[in-house]
Structure formats: C-alpha cells, structure tokens
C-alpha cells in the first residue's frame, strides 16, 4: 500500500504491480490516478492496482484502501510531516509489518530511524551524491 | 518558566502575551513571514521566524530548556510531531497541543500527546450543557489522574427520582457531587430527595459513563 501517487509514489506503484505484487494507492487527489496510468497500455485497476482517493488521516479512508491487510505500507505524500504522523499509524495502530517513510529533511529522518522508523531521505542521498562528483572535480583540479 | 509556543496565529499571539504579562520568558515561532512581522512589532525579541517541524528552528529557541512547549498551529501534523520532538529528543516535560479537527485526535493519542485542546469539542461540550438534550455530558477528563465528571440529566421516569442519596447504590467507582436543581446548585447529603429535571454531577473512574448512565435511567432526554 502506497499514500501519495506523485512521481515517486505512481512509479514505486508501477514496479511493486509488473513485478506481481497487489498494490493499492492512496491519495487526496483524484487526479492522481492519471499519473499511474503513464505508460501503461490499459487502466490501472485493469491491471490489477487499486486507487482510493482520501488522505492517510482519515481511519476509513486507509481502511477502503486495505491497510488492515497491508504486508509493507510506503508513506510518500510531498509533505514530511504527513509521511512521519502516517508510517507510525500503519506501525502502531495498523502493526503493518513493513513500514517506510519518505522524508526529505536529512535531521528528522536521522532521528525518526533511531527511533524505529524506517525512513527514506531523498535529500541526503543527493547530497552524498554531489558530494562525491564535486570532491573529484576538486580531485581534478589539484591534480592539475 | 520557559515557555515554546509554535504558531503565532490568534490562539498563539494572544497566548504569548498573557503568558509575558505574567512574567514568564516566552519564545513564539512563527513560519509565515507577514504574520511574523505584525507579531514582532509587538513582542520584538519575544517572536522567531522559521518552520517549528525543522529541528535546527526549535533548537535555535532553546527548546531543550523550555519547560512547556505549546503547539498550537493550523495544522494538526505539525502539533503532533513538533510535541513529540519536544518530549522524545528534547526532554521538555510538558506540552500543550491544539487539535484542529476532532477526527485526529485519536492519532494525537497515539503517539503520547497529551493533554489536547479542541475548540470545536469546548463547543460542543458547551453546547450539550446549554441545550441538555443529550442527558449526558461529560464535563472534565482527568486523564492523569485517572477520573471524569459527567453531568447526567435525571428524566421524568428515571428510577432514582424521588430516591433520597442514602438509599442509592452508586455503582463502585462513582460518586455524586453535586446537584443542580432550578438555577442553582448544591452540595447533597444523605437526606437529599432526587427530583426529575436535577442535573447531578458525578465523578467517576473512567469507562463507566454507560454504567452511570443506566442506573440514573437510560433515557435521560429533556423533560419540556
């Protein structure tokens, strides 16, 4: 189960689905749908995925999208503090077994994983990344 | 004392100043760059601008030392998480959170915050004491301590009418405190007769509002 088919959200979706997966999507947007239709030949819920339009705080909303039946629940809405309040819904209340939240800002995503909470953060992954190529660029410079 | 208080809408603002006019030190957070202006021509120093979900933001008004922190922006996430940092990174003893919408107040539980302030449910509290038609209300939630107090309605069939307080069987666990009787209100003593239309207060171990409620009668709609 995955709330917020944004860009990352639509194409984790897409994935989990073609690799045989069942996947329900959540989100507030009900245009949201269209963005999970990229690519594919056929409407989503012709190739099996499911789409409920609510947000990850509203209890009947999470259920219409079967969180009871959950194995991983992914929280990756656009807004960090959605995603942290959501994962530890599906954790404490739901005891989805897996849970992963996406979360951009580098220091509360450190602290939430020590805590327990699986976390994703995008924003330290590009750092480390940037960080490497200007350090060879730099590299380059001295060598001359 | 030290208090935080995230949000500088009318809540926090007004919150801020009476908590400075009763001499204590006070930091309010604002995110919103206007709003954060029109505070500061007022409480100067007093006001900080940045988003409270940011750690370095809270860190920066010294949340480690504050002795309450007060969320009390417009949005319920953002109560939630800013008061769990507090208590869980930052060790700050107390917070004050404010629920926007009634439905979330479950995940405020959830996640340990405690106490909450919901003005719609004050409202609606208020509401169910001026137009008693509900038969119950309940008034005050003692959660630490481990106690409510309900108001409860006696109707015009309701077994305990007529009864003096000596004769009832107040199930275990609950105790009748006062009596409200036309306009006014009184302490009972053992000789007291229940009427229909008194308005009883009672205190009680919580859970048992629906035991309460049965034995006072289970009907307990206005009498006009």
């Known amino acids: ?144 | 004392m030290y208090v935080l208080i995230v949000g500088a809408g009318k809540v926090g603002w007004n919150l801020a100043r009476e908590l400075l006019d009763k001499g204590h030190e006070v930091t309010l957070i604002e995110n919103d760059r206007d709003r954060y202006v029109t505070v500061e021509q007022e409480l100067e120093h007093n006001v900080q601008y940045g988003d409270a979900s940011e750690l370095w933001v809270l860190e920066r008004a010294g949340v480690s030392r504050a002795d309450l922190v007060i969320a009390v922006t417009g949005d319920d996430e953002d109560n939630m998480l800013i008061c769990q940092v507090a208590k869980e990174k930052y060790m700050v003893e107390q917070t004050i959170a404010r629920v926007n919408n009634p439905r979330n107040k479950q995940w405020f539980e959830l996640l340990g915050i405690a106490p909450v302030v919901s003005a719609t449910d004050l409202i609606l509290r208020l509401i169910e004491h001026e137009v008693p038609k509900y038969g119950l209300v309940h008034l005050l939630d003692l959660p630490r301590e481990r106690l409510e107090i309900i108001e409860l309605l006696l109707a015009d069939d309701s077994p305990v009418a007529g009864r003096r307080v000596a004769d009832l069987k107040m199930p275990e666990g609950s105790l009748l405190i006062s009596v409200l009787r036309d306009g006014t209100g009184f302490v009972p003593n053992p000789e007291t007769v229940l009427q229909s239309g008194d308005e009883v207060l009672a205190v009680l171990d919580p859970g048992m509002e629906e035991e309460l409620k049965a034995y006072f009668g289970p009907d307990g709609t206005s009498s006009d």
């Open chain 1, 1 to 144: 189960m995955i709330v917020g088919a944004g860009r990352v959200g639509s194409s984790l979706a897409r994935a989990m689905l073609r690799d045989g997966h069942t996947v329900s999507c959540l989100d507030e947007d009900p245009e949201a749908h269209a963005r999970l239709e990229i690519g594919l030949e056929k409407p989503w819920e012709d190739v099996g995925g499911q789409f409920t339009v609510g947000t990850g705080l509203e209890i009947e909303a999470l259920q219409a999208a079967g969180i009871e039946r959950a194995d991983a629940f992914v929280a990756a809405t656009d807004g960090d503090n959605t995603n942290i309040v959501i994962a530890q819904i599906a954790k404490r209340r739901f005891k989805v077994p897996t849970v992963i939240a996406r979360i951009l800002d580098p220091y509360r995503a450190e602290w939430y994983e020590q805590q327990g909470l699986h976390t994703i953060c995008p924003t330290r992954v590009a750092i480390e990344m940037l960080e490497t190529e200007v350090k060879e660029a730099a590299a380059k410079v001295a060598r001359g």
